[in-house]
């Protein structure tokens, strides 16, 4: 289960996101993202609750991050152990800016 919660406003968006990015839940976050990216030129992922993230969460932020970058930035904030090992070994610890 995923909880998201987000706020857009002036061209930020955050996005709070807590539980588990899997492969059942990832298609959730990619909808919210592409319905609320359109003028956001400054986008945060806040992972402090989140649980897990799978492959197909990665993907969801792989894509995210590759619109940001045409249009504006991208961050993620409060990463916990778990995830940044998976980030460490995936090779996205190079890819996305973590706060």
Do not use: C, W
């Amino acid at each position: 289960m995923l909880k998201i919660n987000k706020t857009v406003e002036n061209g930020k968006a955050f996005f709070e996101l807590e539980g588990r990015l899997d492969t059942v839940t990832a298609p959730d976050l990619e909808n919210e993202l592409k319905a609320s990216l359109n003028d956001v030129t400054e986008l945060t992922l806040d992972f402090e609750k989140l649980e897990y993230i799978s492959s197909a969460g990665l993907r969801v932020l792989l894509s995210a991050q590759k619109q940001m970058s045409k249009q504006g930035t991208m961050k993620i904030v409060h990463v916990n152990d778990t995830i940044m090992e998976i980030f460490e070994v995936t090779g996205f610890i190079d890819i996305l800016t973590i706060q």
